[in-house]
């Protein structure tokens, strides 16, 4: 086939996949790890006491018993102690470092670019909750108790997916748990994007500059945080409070992009 431009080299270096065996004198099969492409013999290197096997005269591949393209079938027995290596050339482990700085907020899925909020409601009695992650320690979460941020150690521990308070959380209390940075191998965008604004007595609704989802976004009405759906709910770029925020009163909102 025909190309326009200048051919670029393969300069992959691929670790093909190799497995071993050991003859007993009577087997004639051996059950491969990985399926042979297209069952053809020469997809795979097979060498007995390191001597290159020749394909289908001294071995033929044969389906198991799923159908599946993966017995490696010898014309006789390999001796009982003898050495047997396949190298599967259809199948190859590459591995590739992506450019510095080439995965922005476009390359990344929805659920790495949010994050995961848990909430509870305290009854006076509990100190400890399940949260629906496993934090990667008491320092990837924000805990909130009615809106006040808590301190790691000091006011809570966690793990696991446990979050312990040194004491009973009161009854009624709210509870928000939002996970950060790293969940798993996931991780989320470092920059944030600050919103500002200033009741006046009577809006409930305010447009941010960015469009989030209720559940990205950390709210402060006069540096207290809000709970997500119980005091605001958030569609597109409105913000819209479930309360009237006084006049003259400080209303923040921090998220990422």
């Given at each position: 086939?025909?190309?326009?431009?200048?051919?670029?080299?393969?300069?992959?270096?691929?670790?093909?996949?190799?497995?071993?065996?050991?003859?007993?004198?009577?087997?004639?099969?051996?059950?491969?790890?990985?399926?042979?492409?297209?069952?053809?013999?020469?997809?795979?290197?097979?060498?007995?006491?390191?001597?290159?096997?020749?394909?289908?005269?001294?071995?033929?591949?044969?389906?198991?018993?799923?159908?599946?393209?993966?017995?490696?079938?010898?014309?006789?027995?390999?001796?009982?102690?003898?050495?047997?290596?396949?190298?599967?050339?259809?199948?190859?482990?590459?591995?590739?470092?992506v450019p510095a700085g080439s995965v922005g907020n476009t390359q990344l899925a929805a659920n790495l670019k949010s994050f995961t909020t848990d909430t509870f409601t305290g009854?006076?009695?509990?100190?400890?909750?399940?949260?629906?992650?496993?934090?990667?320690?008491?320092?990837s979460v924000m805990v909130f108790v009615d809106g006040i941020l808590q301190k790691s150690s000091t006011n809570y521990g966690i793990s696991g997916a446990t979050l312990t308070?040194?004491?009973?959380?009161?009854?009624?209390?709210?509870?928000?748990?939002?996970?950060?940075?790293?969940?798993?191998?996931?991780?989320?965008?470092?920059?944030?994007?600050?919103?500002?604004?200033?009741?006046?007595?009577?809006?409930?609704?305010?447009?941010?500059?960015?469009?989030?989802?209720?559940?990205?976004?950390?709210?402060?009405?006069?540096?207290?945080?809000?709970?997500?759906?119980?005091?605001?709910?958030?569609?597109?770029?409105?913000?819209?409070?479930?309360?009237?925020?006084?006049?003259?009163?400080?209303?923040?909102?921090?998220?990422?992009?």
């Open positions: 086939m025909s190309y326009i431009g200048v051919s670029v080299p393969n300069k992959l270096n691929p670790a093909f996949v190799k497995e071993d065996f050991t003859g007993d004198g009577t087997t004639t099969q051996f059950t491969l790890s990985l399926e042979v492409p297209g069952g053809n013999e020469d997809n795979v290197m097979v060498v007995l006491s390191n001597i290159v096997q020749e394909p289908t005269s001294a071995y033929t591949i044969i389906d198991d018993g799923s159908n599946l393209p993966k017995i490696l079938k010898f014309d006789s027995a390999p001796a009982n102690g003898e050495k047997i290596y396949v190298v599967h050339h259809g199948v190859a482990s590459v591995q590739r470092t009854n006076g009695s509990t100190s400890a909750y399940t949260l629906s992650e496993t934090p990667t320690n008491a320092n308070f040194t004491a009973n959380v009161a009854n009624g209390a709210e509870i928000e748990v939002k996970h950060l940075g790293f969940r798993g191998v996931q991780r989320r965008s470092t920059g944030y994007s600050l919103d500002t604004f200033s009741g006046n007595g009577s809006a409930t609704a305010f447009t941010l500059s960015t469009a989030v989802s209720v559940n990205d976004a950390f709210v402060f009405y006069n540096g207290i945080c809000m709970q997500p759906t119980t005091d605001y709910g958030i569609s597109g770029v409105t913000l819209t409070f479930t309360f009237t925020p006084l006049n003259s009163s400080n209303i923040m909102v921090r998220y990422q992009v």
